[in-house]
């Protein structure tokens, strides 16, 4: 399946609506190098009251799936600029089918 720039932002317009109450900001981008596409999850900030609450799973459940329907590969960076534990965040993508491909950058490939 092809994928565009507009596909992309319209997923996460999605992804807002559907989870209007808990995500705070998501973005993602589609990058072509040529050698591979990649769909990059940039951003994912769930509201802090809606934390820990198991949404952040059904979120990336969303997500993954999406990469596995277009059968590309996707990438992040694990970061704690938002507050969270690094190591129980980077354990949490792993969870979700990420491995580490650097010290904090992940991937996961489409099933």
Known sequence: ???NKTQVNK???ELKIKYKSIIQTIKMEIIDDN???QL???TILIKKSQRNKGYGS?????ITLFGDQLGIP???????IYGSDL???????VKCGF???GEDYMKRLPN
């Open 40 to 42: 990059r999850l940039i």
């Open 35 to 37: 050698e591979e596409k």
């Open 11 to 13: 997923f996460c317009k």
């Open 74 to 80: 996707i990438v992040l960076k694990a970061t704690n």
């Open 1 to 3: 399946m092809k994928i």
């Open 87 to 93: 190591n129980r965040l980077i354990d949490f993508y």
């Open 99 to 101: 491995f580490l491909i």
């Open 58 to 62: 059904k979120i990336m459940s969303d």
